[in-house]
């Protein structure tokens, strides 16, 4: 009888000591998770011959001919924007825009091209998403073909990593979306 109650012990100790081992897994990478208000948008204009709405938790500086840098302090990024004239010479601002952004194609996985066309306002472009590890992942050019001619590109001050960046570069490429698309030009200039 003895055996079979030390037989039985030896059992449950050996059904206890292996039975009831935790599994050691790893611990799961953790996913920072970015939330950005959602943006809501204020006209700026000053003398320049062109209006624009912009996201109204962004600082904006004016530079010399019209040339302007919207910044994002949170995001350490900056959407830089340049106005030239028109002067019969369309298609080589087109060229220089086009040129400008194809430059990124070495370190782009893709570049996907977005024609902006709206007769009412006479505001013509392009939009370009940049995919990969570029130095800037979205630009733009809008013209009314005849006087008016503004490009814009975002740039981080970060190393270009897609992936850490990609929830910042949407929302500033949803402002940048917007902004072409609230571009007026003055008739009067």
Same mark, same amino acid.
């Given at each position: ?81 340049? =106005?030239?004239?028109? @002067?019969? /010479? ?5 060229? +220089?825009?086009? &040129?400008?952004?194809?430059? *990124?194609? #070495? ?49 981080? =001050?970060?190393?270009? @990593?897609? /992936? ?5 570069? +949407?929302?500033? &490429?949803?402002?940048?979306? *917007?902004? #072409? ?9």
């Amino acid at each position: 009888m003895i055996n079979k109650v030390i037989g039985f012990l030896t059992v449950l100790l050996l059904l206890a000591f292996t039975g009831c081992k935790n599994e050691v897994l790893p611990k799961p990478a953790g996913q920072l998770r970015l939330d950005y208000e959602v943006s809501q948008y204020v006209t700026f204009s000053n003398q320049c011959p062109f209006t624009f709405e912009m996201n109204e938790k962004t600082t904006i500086k004016a530079n010399q001919n019209c040339e302007f840098t919207i910044n994002y302090p949170k995001m350490k990024a900056t959407i830089y924007l340049t =106005y030239k004239t028109v @002067n019969n /010479d369309i298609d080589k601002l087109l060229r +220089d825009a086009q &040129k400008l952004t194809y430059e *990124h194609v #070495i370190k782009a996985d893709d570049i996907l091209e977005q024609p902006y066309i709206n007769k009412e306002k006479k505001v013509y472009g392009m939009f370009y998403s940049v995919s990969g590890n570029a130095a800037t992942n979205a630009q733009f050019y809008a013209t009314d073909s005849i006087k008016h001619f503004v490009t814009g590109s975002v740039y981080f =001050y970060a190393k270009p @990593n897609f /992936d850490s960046i990609m929830p910042a570069a +949407d929302y500033i &490429k949803n402002d940048m979306q *917007h902004l #072409i698309e609230s571009i007026q030009w003055d008739r009067d200039r």
